[in-house]
């Protein structure tokens, strides 16, 4: 099993910043791609931003160029720098963990991201 518990979110105004970071647990496969998806009001989960154990990233367009994400390997976490953030960035964001070689997929509880205008 694995557990992952993420921090950071909170209420920021619009051009502002907040980090998010989670830490995964338990049973971890070395080779891994781990990221944050969002799912605001009324809309589906989306991807945010994902990162490979080697580094490979991918980033939703619509956050490109504002949002950083990196990890750190040896102690299996992961971070997601938002800066310029605007309104619709409001959401519940989530962590999540997929192992290579494997169809599983594991989310953390979610943490809440408002953006003020």
């Known amino acids: 099993q694995v557990q992952l518990v993420e921090s950071g979110g909170g209420l920021v105004q619009a051009g502002g910043s907040l980090s998010l970071a989670c830490a995964a647990s338990?049973?971890?496969?070395?080779?891994?791609?781990m990221g944050w998806y969002r799912q605001a009001p009324g809309k589906q989960r989306e991807l945010v931003a994902t990162?490979?154990?080697?580094?490979?990233?991918n980033y939703a367009d619509s956050v490109r160029g504002r949002f950083t994400i990196s990890r750190d390997n040896a102690k299996n976490t992961v971070v997601l720098q938002m800066n310029g953030l605007k309104p619709e960035d409001t959401a519940v964001y989530y962590c999540?963990?997929?192992?290579?070689?494997?169809?599983?997929?594991?989310w953390g509880q979610g943490t809440q991201v408002t953006v003020s205008s």
């Open positions: 999540n963990y997929h192992p290579a070689f494997s169809t599983s997929d594991y």
């Open positions: 338990g049973v971890i496969f070395s080779i891994n791609r």
């Open positions: 990162i490979r154990t080697g580094g490979d990233t």
